[in-house]
């Protein structure tokens, strides 16, 4: 295994068309994290999985965005009619909870470029 | 709701000294507290893991304390070097495990 893969790395794309990124976490992992990062900020928190269910969807998204986890695996996450102010990284991480809440394993991200 | 500041935003030291890294959270029931690295354009690396029932880890030239009844932990870092240089984030893991994160400190170490 070697770890959280994204797909695309960089994405370009026009104002108004729809984009989706992937995510493959680590195979045992039941957890799932999308976080949405602009430069010089944190990881901002968009939402989570556990297994195929999802957990919660942050207020600051919009219905433009969505995001699936078919049979509990990769993931998927949408943009609808993309605007300017969605430029930003997209991360995805992973982790493994049972007894205790388990260690985040990142992917490289993708970077949307809006144009 | 679970808000995670670092204090500095930014801190440039010359290469050999020590130096701390401070991360602040506003709700202490958390189950875990994260170190990451961040490299520009990169992903986020883990560096050290703290459980609740823990008080510190170590990693190398690095120790992470976590204090969760003032809700501060602090990451030290030992001898730096110029290829610490990075942006370091914290990160809280709360009830249901969601995870949220600081805006993180820019490290410089200069040779």
């Known amino acids: 295994d070697t770890g959280v893969s994204q797909n695309p790395r960089h994405k370009i794309t026009k104002r108004g068309q729809n984009v989706t990124f992937r995510c493959d976490p680590i195979?045992?992992?039941?957890?799932l994290y999308w976080y949405r990062q602009t430069l010089g900020q944190g990881p901002e928190f968009l939402t989570y999985?556990?297994?195929?269910?999802?957990?919660?969807k942050s207020r600051l998204l919009s219905d433009r965005f969505s995001a699936e986890r078919p049979k509990g695996s990769f993931s998927t996450l949408e943009i609808q009619r993309t605007e300017q102010g969605d430029s930003a990284m997209y991360l995805c991480?992973?982790?493994?909870?049972?007894?205790?809440?388990?260690?985040?394993?990142f992917g490289s991200g993708t970077q949307l470029s809006v144009l | 709701k679970q808000e995670v500041t670092q204090i500095p935003a930014a801190l440039s030291v010359p290469e050999g000294e020590n130096l701390v890294l401070n991360c602040s959270f506003t709700?202490?029931?958390?189950?875990?507290l994260q170190w990451f690295r961040q490299d520009p354009g990169k992903g986020l690396t883990s560096l050290l893991l703290?459980?609740?029932?823990?008080r510190e880890q170590t990693s190398g030239r690095l120790n992470a304390s976590l204090d969760k009844s003032s809700g501060r932990s602090t990451l030290y870092i030992a001898a730096s070097q110029p290829g610490d240089s990075a942006t370091y984030l914290c990160?809280?893991?709360?009830?249901?495990?969601?995870?949220?994160f600081g805006p993180g400190t820019s490290l410089s170490v200069i040779p």
């Open positions: 991480a992973s982790s493994l909870s049972e007894v205790y809440s388990g260690e985040l394993f």
């Open positions: 195979s045992e992992h039941n957890r």
């Open positions: 999985f556990q297994n195929e269910a999802q957990l919660e």
């Open positions: 709700d202490s029931a958390i189950y875990n």
């Open positions: 703290i459980q609740s029932s823990q």
């Open positions: 990160a809280v893991t709360g009830l249901w495990d969601k995870v949220i």
